[in-house]
């Protein structure tokens, strides 16, 4: 890595650290949390789709899933987040781990029609089932994160800023695991999927496994993002987990990059900052949205990113 | 007991008898060609082989176990490889990782090593790459090993299968017209590293082929096929004296080829 990357990369590291105190008003705060959570879901959804080329519409059923048990974790056991965040991931990732079986036996069409079933199905259960999700009111009451003593230190996590910093670590996290994974024998994998799959095949990899491991660590991370939502909310609906929202999730993979993991953290930032500055942009969110999917397919395949790279190298070769 | 055996393979496509009890055996260390017409059967063999496709009727064995059911990487783990003849590669990814690819077979790292980057499972990693770069170097492809697939010509795809095959140490390797659209000096260059491969890795080797000067030099034993049915069996000049086999495929396409 050059020295200006490693500057580059620090000055980022340093405006995310000071940026709770920049921004007057805790309002952007807020907008950037919800970013925070939104980039973990992209990271995660790309490495389904970007990175291992199945198509995913079921990452906001994902999401709900985690935020709805952590939320029951601590309002029905007791639990404080420290322990109900886990399982939450646990849990999720074992719902991952279903919706992949299908995957192995579908493709194409056939595969996003499923996670759209899929999605369909989660948001219903959330909305019917009363007695154990609140139905449309939804859940109520969900405690904050504890404070976390560590040594003489006690970290508290009531106000936007701390719980903001709780989340840029658990991102950060998120993106160094999901950045080691594709850079590994198993990030290798996936790509051979999405390449070839018959040839992956001949070649002694065993493609059902290394399908469901994407879609089981996928959901694992909308696992750990429903979580962080609903602890920071303290109330959840299932209005938040629709097919529309997996829809701007897909959106965000897309515009940032398919298969590049910066693409999609930075689609989600952009896809989550702007519509809350532009208030006509809010309005008509979902035609932009479809406005800029169409765009982008057409003209630039490989997202943000794809495009950062071309200017890259067309300047390094000037 | 033979490495590769074939018990009357059949197998029919609706009402098409694409291999019709199809025995054949394979020694390791042997060079086995295999030849027919276009349509007799030959690739339908290397599907069902590499478990592509599923057996209508018969078995295939190797080392005497059925493997008739089992995934194609499962087989692949018993250390059979192949080419396709319509050349496939993972076309975006670099030349260095689609032989790294080949190796994946072999390696140990699971998904905790991986994510953590333990160190057992970057050494494996590096050792890894060092042995693809050296395959690279066997077929001369180490110039383009940074290179996506995509760009290569198709002698440079042809090498590059061959070094992916080579990447998983196979035992077996089957060869689907390696020196198909090859020019001259590229196909001396196959044939060489054909002969390379089974002389000093004691690979054997299974060679579907149509420039009959390929496999008639290096194979030990031909097998033709017509129509899904193996009409003739043996050394070389013993299948090339065969009339069965100057009818149904030498006379025709050798004359015509003027090979």
């Known amino acids: 890595m050059g020295r200006g990357r490693t500057l580059g990369w620090l000055a980022l590291a340093a405006a995310l650290l000071a940026l709770p105190h920049l921004a007057p008003g805790s309002y952007f705060v807020h907008v950037m949390i919800v970013a925070l959570i939104f980039a973990i879901l992209a990271s995660g959804l790309d490495l389904v789709m970007g990175y291992c080329g199945q198509f995913s519409f079921g990452q906001a059923a994902f999401y709900g899933i985690g935020a709805y048990a952590s939320a029951l974790l601590a309002l029905r056991l007791g639990w404080s987040f420290w322990a109900a965040f886990p399982a939450a991931v646990l849990i999720t990732a074992a719902f991952g781990a279903l919706l992949g079986v299908p995957s192995l036996r579908l493709a194409g069409h056939f595969l996003a029609i499923t996670t759209i079933a899929f999605q369909v199905i989660v948001h219903q259960i959330l909305t019917q089932w009363h007695g154990f999700t609140g139905g449309t009111a939804g859940l109520t009451g969900i405690p904050a994160p504890p404070p976390l003593r560590l040594g003489g230190v006690t970290l508290a996590f009531e106000s936007p800023a701390a719980y903001y910093y709780l989340c840029l670590g658990v991102s950060a996290l998120a993106l160094a695991v999901a950045v080691r994974l594709v850079r590994s024998r198993i990030g290798r994998e996936w790509l051979a999927v999405r390449e070839d799959e018959l040839l992956a095949k001949t070649m002694g990899i065993d493609t059902t496994r290394i399908k469901v491991l994407a879609f089981t660590l996928g959901a694992g991370l909308a696992g750990a993002a429903g979580s962080l939502l609903a602890h920071y909310l303290r109330n959840i609906h299932p209005s938040e987990f629709t097919i529309w929202t997996s829809a701007e999730i897909v959106a965000m993979v897309i515009l940032g990059g398919r298969g590049t993991l910066a693409g999609p953290v930075l689609g989600a930032v952009v896809l989550t900052v702007l519509p809350e500055y532009l208030r006509a942009a809010q309005d008509y969110k979902l035609i932009l949205y479809g406005l800029a999917l169409i765009v982008m397919i057409t003209f630039l395949p490989d997202g943000l990113m794809g495009g950062l790279r071309a200017l890259r190298a067309r300047t390094a070769a000037a | 007991m033979a490495l590769l055996e074939c018990r009357g393979l059949t197998k029919v496509f609706g009402g098409l008898l694409a291999l019709d009890a199809l025995d054949l055996a ?132 042809r090498l590059l299968e061959l070094a992916r095959g080579l990447a998983a140490r196979p035992r077996l390797f089957l060869l689907d017209e390696p020196a198909a659209g090859l020019s001259p000096v590229n196909v001396e260059r196959i044939v060489a590293l054909i ?53 149904a495929y030498l006379g025709r396409r050798g004359l015509r080829a003027g090979r």
């Open chain 2, 26 to 157: 394979v020694e390791a260390g042997e060079i086995v060609g295999l030849i027919g017409p276009n349509g007799s059967g030959k690739s339908t063999c290397f599907n069902l082989v590499s478990g592509i496709l599923r057996p209508s009727r018969g078995q295939v064995l190797v080392d005497g176990r059925d493997v008739g059911r089992l995934a194609p990487w499962a087989i692949a783990r018993l250390g059979v490889a192949r080419t396709f003849q319509l050349l496939r590669v993972f076309p975006r990814l670099s030349v260095l990782d689609n032989v790294l690819l080949g190796h994946h077979l072999n390696l140990d790292a699971g998904l905790l090593a991986s994510a953590a980057g333990t160190r057992r499972a970057r050494d494996e990693e590096a050792e890894a790459r060092a042995e693809s770069r050296r395959l690279l170097e066997l077929v001369g492809l180490q110039a383009v090993a940074d290179r996506p697939a995509e760009h290569l010509s198709i002698g440079q795809r």
């Open chain 2, 195 to 247: 002969r390379r491969m089974r002389d000093e890795r004691g690979i054997a080797i299974v060679l579907i082929e149509h420039v009959m000067k390929v496999v008639m030099g290096i194979s030990d034993r031909i097998a033709v096929l017509d129509y899904g049915v193996k009409i003739a069996e043996g050394p070389p000049a013993a299948v090339r004296a065969d009339p069965r086999v100057i009818e």
